[in-house]
């Protein structure tokens, strides 16, 4: 065989194996089996010292790698907040993997960095950003989020005439950094990553959904970052973000949005009055690969002070053409060499249009309702206001609660997750994924109720 001849015979196969794996995905228990699980450890072996076969290779990595898989790319998986990578995003995964540029500089990578600008100048216009907002594509929201707090530290340090970049935290004046009592522990991450010190936040009150409450918040003294967020991971409530910029910006804050998935509501004139006043915010952090359903992995950073991320980020080397008049990617991210992310974020706005993903939004919604409506009939009692894609319902006692999610997650038919919030514990379900239907809603609503009866 020619080496031509191998390769697409390979690819072939892997493309094979990938769409027999999806197209079988929507009976699939979203749950592997224990026998499929033990399996994984044939895996484990010391580096055999001989090459194996390629078409091998795949062979075993099919044979014992999808019966292992968990269903989250399927429409029954209700867990955290996993979106399902839609088809042709996943086929343009697939071709820009073949492409394998490294989105680095406009110069060597023209297409992938052009992609990239055109899906962020939509999804700019999508959540109604300034249009001169800069934006970073990364791994995901925690890298967003980092990202995003980079710029702004910067920026709050310059307002006090310190080059945080060149001379770092020993000696900079003080900083406060405030967050609301439910924020995204990422979020502390990435405070903790720049320097400032995991414990050294200033937790805000919130309210009955987890949304800090605007009419207690403190004075703001000095250089200030406040972290808002836009969809609470348990409830899907939003912070009130414009409240929060009228009383704190005027004193020089800058304004932090965690909308990981929350700033898609934004997409759809139904969700829309969820963001609003977001848009006064100074940097925004959300994911592509939750609500927009585009393959692991994908986030973006966006920051109204576009020069304050590229002088957080940004690097000349002599190598390196960092100068020109096109936009280089890796100006705004933390990494240097990285996947196209943008090609895969292009590709799902440009197949799903406007009113696609709209739609796409508000079926995630409306699924989440039918969750909410048939449970509470089923005499179980829902802890959120259900005005997102999140629901939380409680079993009644917080052991009978977790005996009986782990009994759905076994059963298979679909999978949520356990989460403690506001002393409750309670089963997440979150509607994320482009292919839910509410068959699924239906299928999925009798397993639950089943399992909670037969569950003591
Ligand atoms: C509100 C919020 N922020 C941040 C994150 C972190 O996102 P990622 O896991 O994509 O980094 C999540 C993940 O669920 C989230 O829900």
């Not at 197209?23 to 010292?49: C, D, G, K, T």
């Not at 910067?154 to 439910?182: F, H, K, T």
Request: glycine share 8%; charged share 20%.
């Amino acid at each position: 065989m020619s080496h031509d001849e191998t390769l697409r015979h390979l690819l072939e196969d892997a493309a094979k194996r990938g769409i027999d794996y999806r197209e079988q995905s929507v009976s699939l228990s979203v749950a592997p089996s224990p026998e499929a699980v033990e399996n994984v450890q044939r895996f484990i072996e010391p580096l055999p010292n001989d090459g194996t076969a390629d078409l091998d290779v795949l062979a075993q990595l099919d044979e014992i790698g999808t019966p292992a898989a968990v269903g989250m790319t399927g429409p029954r998986f209700f867990g955290f907040v996993i979106g399902g990578s839609l088809p042709v995003t996943l086929a343009s995964n697939w071709l820009a993997a073949a492409w394998d540029q490294n989105d680095v500089m406009y110069e060597v990578t023209p297409a992938t960095a052009t992609l990239e600008q055109v899906a962020m100048e939509w999804m700019i216009d999508l959540f109604g950003l300034p249009a001169d907002t800069g934006a970073a594509f990364v791994t995901g929201a925690t890298i967003a989020n980092f990202s995003a707090l980079a710029a702004a530290r910067n920026r709050v340090y310059a307002g006090v005439g310190w080059n945080v970049e060149a001379d770092g935290l020993i000696g900079a004046p003080p900083i406060s950094i405030l967050v609301g009592e439910e924020v995204h522990p990422t979020v502390i991450k990435g405070i903790g990553l720049l320097g400032f010190g995991r414990n050294r936040v200033q937790r805000l009150a919130v309210d009955g959904q987890g949304c800090i409450d605007a009419t207690r918040l403190p004075r703001i003294e000095g250089p200030t970052i406040v972290c808002t967020q836009a969809g609470n991971l348990n409830t899907g409530g939003f912070d009130p973000v414009g409240d929060i910029c009228d009383a704190v910006k005027a004193r020089g804050a800058w304004v932090h949005v965690d909308g990981a998935f929350g700033l898609w509501a934004a997409a759809s004139p139904d969700l829309a009055h969820l963001c609003n006043g977001l848009q006064a915010a100074d940097s925004w952090a959300t994911d592509a690969h939750k609500w927009l359903n585009v393959p692991y992995d994908c986030g973006i950073a966006f920051v109204r002070d576009a020069p304050a991320l590229k002088a957080a980020m940004s690097i000349t080397a002599d190598y390196l053409i960092t100068e020109t008049r096109n936009r280089n990617p890796s100006d705004y991210t933390p990494e240097l060499s990285r996947r196209a992310r943008g090609v895969d974020v292009w590709t799902a706005l440009k197949s799903l249009g406007r009113s696609g993903l709209a739609e796409m939004l508000n079926r995630c919604c409306s699924n989440a309702r039918r969750f909410a409506d048939g449970l509470a009939k089923a005499g179980f009692e829902i802890l959120n206001d259900v005005n997102l894609n999140q629901v939380l319902v409680s079993f009644g006692d917080d052991s009978r609660t977790r005996r009986i999610i782990e009994a759905i997650q076994a059963d298979g038919t679909c999978w949520c997750g356990v989460t403690v919030w506001q002393g409750h514990t309670a089963m997440r379900i979150s509607v994320s994924n482009w292919s839910t239907t509410f068959d699924d809603v239906d299928v999925s609503l009798e397993a639950i109720v089943r399992i909670a009866s037969e569950t003591q």
